[in-house]
């Protein structure tokens, strides 16, 4: 299969590749589904390499919903306060926050396995590993809390 730019574009956005990553798996796999796959599995197995490394700083992220009546504070570590400051880490942060006040979790494990809200093929944790794949640094959910109106 020749990789179009399109598709080379489309697939790092949804897994986090980078370029020739991206371009290789098409090439190789032949299919946009089986490369897509085939990325996923290699961001979780990156992922996996990366966590017992310290994960010791990070940010505290909050989301109100509109109405003011559902909120959530996530506390999100990865290893180096670079990382943190970068846009793919905050993104992260903040669809974090978002995802513990939409659905609630009684703990950080069960909250990992939660389908995303925005895409329900991928868990939060494949959330997670597409993050480290691009920062290239472990990145843990250390904390998460919702909060609503009357509970």
Do not use: W
């Amino acid at each position: 299969m020749n990789a179009s730019l399109d598709d080379i574009k489309k697939l790092r956005e949804e897994t986090g590749a980078g370029v020739m990553e991206a371009k290789k798996a098409l090439e190789e796999f032949g299919s946009y589904e089986k490369a897509k796959e085939e990325l996923s599995r290699l961001s979780s197995l990156k992922a996996e390499k990366k966590a017992d490394r310290s994960a010791a700083d990070g940010l505290v992220v909050s989301y109100i919903h509109s109405t003011g009546k559902v909120g959530s504070l996530v506390e999100v570590n990865c290893e180096t306060d670079f990382v943190a400051k970068t846009d793919a880490f905050k993104d992260l942060c903040r669809e974090l926050a978002m995802q513990a006040a939409a659905i609630p979790a009684k703990n950080v494990e069960e909250f990992l396995k939660q389908g995303y809200i925005r895409d329900d093929s991928k868990k939060i944790s494949d959330l997670v590993n597409e993050v480290i794949a691009k920062t290239g640094e472990n990145i843990k959910i250390s904390r998460i809390s919702r909060f609503k109106v009357g509970e």
